[in-house]
């Protein structure tokens, strides 16, 4: 959200990224692994931040990924264990009926 000329205005854009996996014309799925022992980032931390140091933590851990045939990594809150937090690349979405949530932003996320 942004103040703009004295008016509050909002925006939201989903897209799905063709570039990544597209097989021939086509959105296909991707496998992703549930990292359950590393957090990208923790309560109190950077993790909100858009910093280099952000990016290089799950290295190690998208190598391993796709060593199994894994696309990427999604990481769990460094709190509980519990929720899904974030994709190493990217921020995720998941559609429940007609439905689509997303982890709340709450500084361990990049917006």
């Known amino acids: 959200m942004s103040l703009l000329h004295g008016c509050l205005q ?47 933590p799950v290295l190690v851990t998208q190598l391993e990924a796709k060593k199994s045939n894994y696309a990427d990594v999604v990481y769990l809150d460094a709190k509980t264990d519990t929720y899904l937090e974030e994709v190493s690349s990217c921020n995720i979405f998941i559609r429940k009926g007609q439905t689509i949530k997303t982890p709340p932003l709450k500084g361990t996320i990049l917006p």
């Open 10 to 56: 909002q925006l939201i854009w989903i897209s799905p990224v063709l570039s990544v996996e597209l097989q021939s014309g086509q959105l296909t799925p991707i496998d992703l692994i549930v990292e359950e022992h590393f957090h990208r980032a923790a309560p109190g931390g950077m993790g909100g931040t858009k910093a280099a140091g952000n990016y290089s």
